[in-house]
């Protein structure tokens, strides 16, 4: 009992280490022997750990617990006022993959004015959707078409065509829309479901050519 106890003051302490290695190795002898007195400590830790393969590794200690102890927790954190907060916490319930989260992705989350945190509530909402709802999630992943540079553009149409065809009823109207962003990243998601092997940023370039020249898309 006494080892076992200074292996998790051990571990406890290895978390908040200055060394991001050290901080790694502990986040993950937490998650090979997970241990629901570590979950606090690990949602803690995700909301300020600097290090972005420290936090995958904090992510996965926390999907090795049971469901039933941090999917509570991590829907506390979802409502934090800080950004890292919600986007890791967002991040791990999509890992969990638990449907219990649903209800906790909110427009206000998939608007949020943080790009990160965005984007993970995107990907999240994409895996946690329940069957039927697919279409009121297009609805509003569609309000937020022509949003930042490519790497968050690629987010959202991923989660788009996450949800299958039935998004396009939803996307075609943006494909006409006024805001040449929209237009070309509402093209270039169409092109991507139809075909995934081109690739984005050549979705995203023969798009903007569709934009350019006034058509939509939709046409030839």
Do not use: N
Request: charge should be negative; hydrophobic fraction near 40%.
């Amino acid at each position: 009992m006494q080892k076992q106890d200074t292996d998790t003051m051990r571990a406890l302490q290895g978390l908040e280490d200055s060394r991001s290695s050290v901080r790694l190795r502990a986040a993950l002898a937490v998650g090979t022997t997970p241990d629901p007195q570590f979950i606090d400590k690990l949602i803690e830790r995700c909301a300020s750990e600097p290090e972005f393969y420290v936090r995958e590794m904090l992510t996965w200690a926390l999907t090795r617990h049971s469901p039933s102890m941090t999917v509570p927790e991590l829907l506390h954190e979802v409502r934090s006022e800080r950004a890292q907060a919600r986007s890791q916490a967002l991040h791990t319930l999509s890992k969990i993959g638990d449907r219990q989260a649903w209800p906790a992705i909110t427009r206000a989350l998939l608007s949020d004015a943080d790009e990160e945190v965005a984007r993970s509530a995107w990907r999240a909402a994409a895996v946690l959707v329940p069957e039927g709802e697919e279409p009121e999630l297009a609805a509003v992943l569609v309000t937020q078409l022509g949003r930042g540079e490519r790497e968050t553009q690629l987010s959202l149409s991923r989660a788009l065509i996450a949800l299958g065809e039935v998004m396009l009823p939803t996307l075609r109207p943006a494909m006409t829309d006024a805001d040449p962003r929209v237009r070309a990243h509402a093209i270039a998601t169409e092109r991507l479901l139809r075909d995934p092997d081109a690739g984005f940023a050549f979705a995203i370039e023969e798009a903007k050519r569709v934009v350019a020249l006034g058509r939509t898309g939709q046409e030839g």
